[in-house]
């Protein structure tokens, strides 16, 4: 391979369980157990980072403000601060993101936002001479007042190989 190569997956659809690690269906299944309907979306005075202490590094919680919609960083766990090498907490997402493109990031929290339901995407980047890169995350919305949905909870993980169980990639 002489050149780099992304391959990406996105998905609103029941198969995101089927394509998360044990920890993001862990995080999935707090964030469904916070819902107080199958039709409604948690709100975010009820989450607790705690509540799911294994995936605490690779959380992250954006707020989209009202004032100008744009995206903030609000939480960042250890392990996404060290991938990118600073803290972006407090930061708008064009300033602090992390991925291939900041369209396709900023796209991926409007669009959990805007359909109030959980999102997957993930990209697999093959670089010349490098093992692939899964970059992969699990978008879920929140509220603060039942509303209007503000925030975003994430999981992200960024693998540095391909898991051999989805036969090599997404």
Request: hydrophobic residues 35%.
């Amino acid at each position: 391979m002489s050149e780099r190569t992304i391959t990406e997956v996105r998905t609103t659809g029941a198969e995101i369980e089927t394509l998360l690690d044990p920890i993001g269906r862990s995080v999935l299944d707090y964030w469904n157990s916070l819902r107080p309907s199958h039709y409604l979306i948690p709100l975010k005075s009820s989450f607790s980072p705690v509540a799911i202490p294994k995936a605490l590094p690779f959380l992250q919680v954006v707020e989209k403000r009202s004032e100008d919609g744009e995206f903030v960083y609000r939480l960042i766990g250890t392990r996404l601060v060290r991938e990118r090498g600073f803290d972006p907490t407090g930061m708008l997402v064009r300033d602090g993101f992390y991925g291939t493109s900041v369209a396709r990031v900023i796209e991926d929290y409007a669009l959990t936002i805007d359909e109030k339901q959980p999102l997957f995407d993930a990209e697999t980047i093959r670089e010349p001479g490098q093992e692939p890169v899964v970059d992969s995350a699990l978008f879920l919305p929140m509220t603060d007042d039942d509303a209007v949905c503000r925030y975003v909870l994430v999981y992200s993980d960024a693998t540095y190989y391909l898991k051999e169980d989805n036969g090599g990639s997404f």
